[in-house]
Nanobody, 126 residues
Framework: VQLQASGGGLVQAGGSLRLSCAVSGDTFSDLAVGWFRQAPGKEREFVAAMRWFGGSAVTANSVKGQFTISRDGAKKTVYLQMNSLKPEDTAVYYC????????????????????WGQGTLVTVSS
């Protein structure tokens, strides 16, 4: 599985961005795709994830109601819609794929993701 993240950029506080993660290779039945972020000087943290088949999703409490994950199966792309952005949302955002997406909900633990894209930088100015 290969992943290509895009859509980052500079946005003012209160603005919106939509990140895209293009998935190539096998999209097998237990695949899950997630978004993580890493702010300067901080550990990488979970943001949201979605099962490739079935579509069930999990969103971190810190961004619930603010960020939405979705998928376009025909385009093999997973999106992260980010609204009401705050300076603390500034980070490099990574998309990743897990082979452990066969449960009712996708995993949220970083260690469950084996395939990673290159990251896209989101900068929110105050």
């Amino acid at each position: 599985v290969q992943l290509q993240a895009s859509g980052g950029g500079l946005v003012q506080a209160g603005g919106s961005l939509r990140l895209s993660c293009a998935v190539s290779g096998d999209t097998f039945s237990d695949l899950a795709v997630g978004w993580f972020r890493q702010a300067p000087g901080k550990e990488r943290e979970f943001v949201a994830a979605m099962r490739w088949f079935g579509g069930s999703a999990v969103t971190a409490n810190s961004v619930k109601g603010q960020f939405t994950i979705s998928r376009d199966g025909a385009k093999k792309t997973v999106y992260l819609q980010m609204n009401s952005l705050k300076p603390e949302d500034t980070a490099v955002y990574y998309c990743a794929a897990s082979v452990y997406g066969g449960g009712s909900y996708p995993p949220s633990a970083l260690r469950m993701y084996d395939y990673w894209g290159q990251g896209t930088l989101v900068t929110v100015s105050s």
